[in-house]
């Protein structure tokens, strides 16, 4: 969704905007736009499409700049402050009039904006009335005016004024031509980080955007805002108050957020998972007593006897996310034997769920920032719920506002389509369900110890189903315009047929579903035909024959058939066209290890289809409006 990145400092500032802007391009986006304060007053650069298109627009206007009266080019666009903004379109179409920075009346003041000003109608129609005339279709033009209309010489007074009238959600940078040292920021339910530089400081709707010039960043919390001038910045509470704030390090360097080699993030991120396993279950684990048997440790995270006292678990989320959800529930289930639900955050939200104090309330979300989930996250606080957030940002709103946080250690994850956040998800709800088991007293030590060592071959097996990507590679060249594609499984292997089903339509643009096996014949087997493939997930070891016959039933009305099953297993080695292998773990366990090839799959589907596997059409990494 939307990127912003601001800087004041003594560089010149559009090429550390475009660099910035680059850096948030995994968002997802449709048109960009700059604003720099220099000698030539407060410039506006703005295209739709591409972000190299805005670059190219930049350097036309720098090129062909007309010469001073001192016989030296005008340098457009030189200054040492501005912001810069990727827009992903919600109010009017993608195009250049409606892309950010958007100015107001005088062309002095200029604002980025990303998230939602719902009563924007309302505050047009005032403004109107006071004869401001608007150019854009967007609800950000608004914010321009406004903050003119209150303005005074005072641009942070202004600011402040306007944000009473404001509402919705917001992040915001703001410029005005007549103050040169100041960059204003503010955030309500929308992302941003201020980045602490040396006589220099930014914005950014993210930290890949600022990791180029600082890794000491400032989150800020809703309402509040930040004034950044070149050696400092300064916080204020909506009430105008001042206010400290503590300064984070970020532990990311930069090469991190690169694709180090690798054609595209999602490649290169698939191939991460290993470490970002490891790196997630490695300090949860300790060994005690005489036998010196395993046990997880949650008491870095505060998680203790407390909450395994819970009468229900509910875990929200969306997505990918809620995928992770899925397995959560019946992990807990099946470790714990409490009641679980896995619930869409977006449903939950809007419903009048039943909930009890006695509730814990698992949120999940690698961005920590996706509106709907923090939404979930809110009334499951109102309702008296205690939340455990599992997150991969450090600092996002999630991690913030959780009583409790267990961090994904997968790295920043830039490619739109999840993959080792999903693991890495997977890894630590496991890891609660099995200590939550373990305190109920539903597993004794042997049995945890056995299934944490389970768990620590998980890395390994993870890097055996990669160095089989080739047969992948293959079989999607084969296969990747196919029409339909179904992931089919039972219990675990259903939650991993939806993450897969997911990722194929989401980066290849196949139409693909997951169903649960046994309601094929309730409906979806209408549709199998010769342009199918169904692929079975098939880890389910007491449900191998029930398996075996979906799939000769699709394979009788003609649709192509492959297996994901045990590297020892030859049950569907007659029925299924295609068998993939992945190693021995508990049935539990599979969905962290057989998505891996479905993951490729979708990948090499994308590539093959020509499309761009990290930037998939119509997508944006964090959802931060609804
Ligand atoms: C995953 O491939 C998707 N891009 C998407 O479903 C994602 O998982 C969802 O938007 C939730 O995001 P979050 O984990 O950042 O909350």
Redesign the pocket.
Same mark, same amino acid.
């Given at each position: 969704m939307c990127g912003i990145v601001g800087y004041i400092g003594v560089k010149e500032a559009t090429p550390v905007l475009l660099k910035g802007l680059k850096k948030l391009e995994y968002r997802g986006y449709d048109s960009a736009g700059i604003a720099v304060l220099g000698g030539g007053g407060l410039e506006v650069c703005k295209a739709k499409g591409a972000l190299k298109n805005l670059e190219e627009k930049v350097s036309a206007l720098t090129s062909g700049a007309p010469a001073s009266q001192a016989g030296f080019p005008e340098a457009q666009f030189s200054g040492t402050m501005g912001i810069g903004h990727t827009r992903w379109a919600t109010h009017g179409e993608p195009s250049d009039i409606n892309s950010h920075p958007h100015t107001d009346v005088s062309g002095k003041i200029a604002v980025v904006h990303n998230g939602i000003i719902e009563n924007h109608g309302k505050i047009k129609e005032w403004l109107s009335g006071r004869g401001v005339s608007f150019r854009s279709e967007t609800d950000t033009e608004v914010i321009a005016h406004l903050i003119n209309y209150y303005y005074s010489g005072d641009i942070l007074a202004a600011v402040q004024e306007a944000l009473k009238r404001l509402e919705g959600s917001y992040a915001l940078g703001i410029i005005c031509e007549n103050d040169r040292d100041h960059i204003i920021a503010v955030r309500k339910e929308s992302p941003l980080v201020i980045g602490r530089g040396r006589g220099e400081n930014l914005i950014a709707s993210d930290v890949p955007a600022l990791l180029a010039y600082t890794r000491d960043v400032y989150y800020l919390d809703d309402r509040e805002i930040a004034v950044l001038s070149r050696d400092d910045v300064a916080f204020y509470n909506e009430d105008g108050e001042r206010i400290r704030k503590t300064l984070s390090h970020v532990d990311w360097d930069a090469a991190a957020a690169e694709k180090g080699g690798y054609e595209h993030f999602m490649l290169k991120e698939i191939n991460e998972q290993p470490k970002a396993l490891t790196d997630t279950l490695r300090p949860r684990i300790i060994r005690d007593g005489q036998l010196s048997l395993r046990s997880v440790n949650l008491t870095e995270i505060g998680f203790d006897a407390s909450w395994a006292e819970a009468k229900r678990v509910v875990i929200c989320?969306?997505?990918?996310?809620w995928h992770a959800a899925m397995v959560g529930k019946y992990a807990f289930e099946h470790f714990a034997r409490i009641p679980s639900d896995a619930e869409i955050a977006s449903e939950y939200r809007y419903r009048n769920p039943i909930s009890s104090p006695r509730d814990i309330c698992i949120i999940?979300?690698?961005?920590?920032?996706?509106a709907d989930?923090l939404a979930a996250l809110r009334l499951a606080k109102k309702n008296g719920g205690r939340i455990i957030a599992i997150t991969n940002v450090v600092g996002s709103t999630l991690a913030r506002e959780a009583d409790l946080v267990m961090y994904t250690w997968a790295g920043p994850e830039i490619a739109?389509?999840?993959t080792k956040?999903f693991t890495t998800q997977l890894m630590c709800v496991y890891l609660i369900a099995l200590q939550t088991g373990f305190l109920r007293g539903h597993l004794d030590q042997e049995e945890l110890d056995r299934h944490i060592a389970a768990l620590e071959q998980i890395p390994a097996q993870a890097e055996t189903v990669l160095a089989g990507k080739e047969a992948i590679q293959r079989f999607a060249s084969l296969c990747f315009n196919k029409s339909k594609v179904f992931f089919i499984g039972r219990l675990f292997d259903y939650a991993a047929s939806l993450e897969s089903a /997911?990722?194929l339509k989401?980066i290849s643009y196949t139409h693909s579903e997951a169903f649960a096996a046994g309601e094929l014949k309730h409906g979806p087997i209408a549709l199998a035909d010769e342009s199918t493939l169904v692929t079975a997930l098939c880890t389910q070891e007491a449900l191998f024959e029930k398996m075996d016959s979906n799939i000769k039933e699709v394979k009788a009305r003609k649709a192509s058939t492959s297996v994901i099953t045990y590297d020892d297993v030859h049950h569907f080695d007659r029925s299924a066209d295609t068998v993939f292998r992945i190693p021995r773990t508990p049935d539990c366990f599979t969905p962290m290890l057989s998505v891996i090839p479905c993951q490729l799959y979708a990948y090499y589907c994308s590539v093959l289809r020509g499309n761009d596997p990290d930037k998939p059409r119509n /997508?944006a990494?964090?959802?931060t409006v609804e």
């Open positions: 989320a969306c997505g990918t996310a999940i979300s690698q961005s920590g920032e996706t989930t739109v389509a999840s956040a /997911l990722k989401e /997508l990494k964090s959802v």
